[in-house]
């Protein structure tokens, strides 16, 4: 069982910034790729980055340019720095993780973080 837990969210101004956080924890023998998601109220949930173990990443367009994806895979961690944040940018933040663990291959999702920018 691999356990993902985020941190980090709040409320901040339009134009600020915030950095999430993910770490998984559990029988953990290799992570491949890991994200963030994030799912806004009445609608459905949308990727928002990537980043494989090797460190390629990929972004929705309306996030390119402000937010930033980054893994510690030491740590088994990975982190959304989000920076020039919208009000369209409220949303529960989920954290995602595959990879191989000891009962074999794994997809895990985190319980989400509540991100809110508004003045």
């Known amino acids: 069982q691999v356990q993902l837990v985020e941190s980090g969210g709040g409320l901040v101004q339009p134009g600020g910034s915030l950095r999430l956080s993910c770490a998984a924890s559990?029988?953990?023998?290799?992570?491949?790729?890991m994200g963030w998601y994030r799912q806004a109220p009445g609608k459905q949930r949308e990727l928002v980055a990537t980043?494989?173990?090797?460190?390629?990443?990929n972004y929705a367009d309306s996030v390119k340019g402000r937010f930033t994806i980054s893994r510690d895979n030491a740590k088994n961690t990975v982190y959304l720095q989000m920076n020039s944040l919208k009000p369209e940018d409220t949303a529960v933040y989920y954290c995602?993780?595959?990879?191989?663990?000891?009962?074999?291959?794994?997809?895990?999702w985190g319980q989400g973080t509540q991100v809110t920018v508004s003045s």
């Open positions: 995602n993780a595959g990879g191989l663990g000891r009962s074999g291959l794994f997809g895990s």
């Open positions: 559990g029988s953990i023998f290799r992570i491949e790729g």
């Open positions: 980043i494989t173990s090797g460190g390629s990443t």
